[in-house]
C-alpha cells in the first residue's frame, strides 16, 4: 500500500528546517506520497524549489487560511484551529486523483513541526479502516494513547484533557485507509469545531470506536512525538532589514 502524508505548512524563518526533519525521515519510507498544503494564496518559491529538490513523489497544493480565522502575532494558539482548510485540500486532491482501488493505500496527517520515527510508517501501512497509536509530549501529558482491552480492542482514551471525548487523540495519532475517505466524501475538518475536538469530530463521521485497529505493539510504543519549534531570535535581523540589508538577501533560508 502507498501512504498519502498530508501535511499543512506555514510560512516563518524555521520551515524549511522543519520541512527538511521531514523529508529526511520520509526518504526512509518506502511508497510514500507527500501531499504538502501551503497556508498561503500562492504557491511559494521556498516550498517550490524545496520539493524539486528531489528525492521524494509529492504533490504541492496551496489554500489560504481566510483572515478572520488566522492567529495574531501574540494569540495563544489554542484560541484557532491550524491546518484546517490545508487538510481539507490534500482530502479533495485524493478523492478526484487516487488511482483505485483506494483500499491499497493509507492516509496520514503529518503536521510540519512533529518527530516521526521510521517505524511509524511500517506500522500504518497495513490499516484496514482506521489505526490508531500513542503520541508523545501532546495534551499537558508525555503520552497521551488509546486504551486497549486484552483482546485488543480500543475502548477508550488515556489522555490528560477531556478523555472522554469520542475519540481523544491527536492528529497525528491515526492513519486511515483511503477507501474509507472515498467512500465518505462528506468527511472533512471543520473550523466550526468546538476547541480540542477537531479530530475527535472528524473520526466519528467515518469509524466506530471498537472498529479502530490499535498498532505500535498494542499502543504501548511511541513512535511519534507532538513537538514544537522554538521561535527563532530575530532581534538584529529586523533592525537589518529595516535598513535594507537583511543576512538572507541572496540566499533561501
Ligand atoms: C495541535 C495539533 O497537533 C494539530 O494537528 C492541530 O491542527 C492543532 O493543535 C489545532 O488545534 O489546530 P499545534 O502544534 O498546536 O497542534 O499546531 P501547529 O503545529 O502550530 O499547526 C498544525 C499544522 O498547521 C502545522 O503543520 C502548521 O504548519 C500548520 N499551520 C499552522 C498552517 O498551515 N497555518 C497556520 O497559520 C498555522
Ligand atoms: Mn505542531
Given at each position: 500500500p502507498v501512504i498519502y502524508v498530508i501535511t499543512p505548512t506555514h510560512a516563518r524563518p524555521q520551515q524549511k528546517a522543519e520541512l527538511t526533519r521531514l523529508k529526511n525521515v520520509f526518504l526512509h519510507v518506502p511508497a510514500l506520497h507527500w501531499i504538502l498544503v501551503e497556508d498561503s494564496e500562492q504557491k511559494t518559491g521556498l516550498v517550490k524549489h524545496f520539493l524539486e529538490s528531489g528525492g521524494i513523489s509529492f504533490t504541492h497544493l496551496n489554500?489560504?487560511?481566510?483572515?478572520?480565522?488566522?492567529?495574531?502575532?501574540?494569540?495563544?494558539?489554542?484560541?484557532?484551529?491550524?491546518?484546517?482548510?490545508?487538510?481539507?485540500?490534500?482530502?479533495?486532491?485524493?478523492?478526484?486523483?487516487?488511482?483505485?482501488?483506494?483500499?491499497?493505500?493509507?492516509?496520514?496527517?503529518?503536521?510540519?513541526?512533529?518527530?516521526?520515527?521510521?517505524?511509524?510508517?511500517?506500522?500504518?501501512?497495513?490499516?484496514?479502516?482506521?489505526?490508531?497509536?500513542?503520541?508523545?509530549?501532546?495534551?499537558?501529558?508525555m503520552v497521551e494513547r488509546p486504551k486497549v482491552t486484552l483482546s485488543g480492542k480500543v475502548n477508550g482514551w488515556l489522555t490528560g484533557w477531556k478523555p472522554d471525548r469520542a475519540f481523544a487523540t491527536d492528529m497525528a495519532g491515526f492513519g486511515i485507509n483511503l477507501d474509507l475517505l472515498v467512500n465518505n466524501p462528506e468527511a472533512e475538518f471543520s473550523l466550526d469545531s468546538q476547541k480540542g475536538f477537531m479530530e475527535s469530530d472528524f473520526l466519528e463521521k467515518i469509524v466506530k470506536l471498537h472498529e479502530l485497529e490499535p498498532k505500535a505493539d498494542m499502543c504501548t510504543k511511541v513512535y511519534i512525538w507532538h513537538t514544537r519549534t522554538e521561535k527563532p531570535n530575530m532581534k538584529d535581523e529586523e533592525k537589518l532589514r529595516k535598513e535594507g540589508r537583511p543576512t538572507n538577501r541572496n540566499i533561501e533560508v
Open positions: 489554500v489560504p487560511t481566510p483572515k478572520d480565522w488566522k492567529l495574531g502575532e501574540n494569540q495563544p494558539v489554542w484560541q484557532k484551529p491550524r491546518g484546517v482548510l490545508q487538510r481539507n485540500a490534500g482530502l479533495d486532491w485524493l478523492r478526484s486523483n487516487f488511482e483505485p482501488p483506494a483500499s491499497r493505500a493509507v492516509v496520514y496527517f503529518a503536521d510540519d513541526d512533529n518527530t516521526y520515527s521510521t517505524e511509524l510508517f511500517q506500522e500504518m501501512r497495513w490499516t484496514k479502516k482506521v489505526s490508531v497509536w500513542p503520541v508523545a509530549l501532546v495534551g499537558g501529558v
